[in-house]
């Protein structure tokens, strides 16, 4: 009986270590997706700046 209990909490620790260890990577991904968030609206933003400095070099046909 002593042996089960043992396998049990073993096994306990080792999911906990695995919980943790899946919580970490989606605070990783969570954070990564942040930044990745803010480059693309920066990215949006200097898109309308040139859009608009190029505006004046339009030809008409």
Known sequence: MLEKL??????TEE???GTEEVSAN????LATM???TRNITDL???S???ERGT???KTVK
């Open 15 to 17: 999911n906990a270590a």
């Open 55 to 57: 505006e004046r070099f």
């Open 6 to 11: 043992e396998g049990v909490a073993s096994s």
């Open 44 to 46: 949006k933003e200097v």
């Open 26 to 29: 989606s605070e990783e991904v």
């Open 48 to 50: 309308e700046v040139l």
């Open 34 to 36: 942040t930044e990745f």
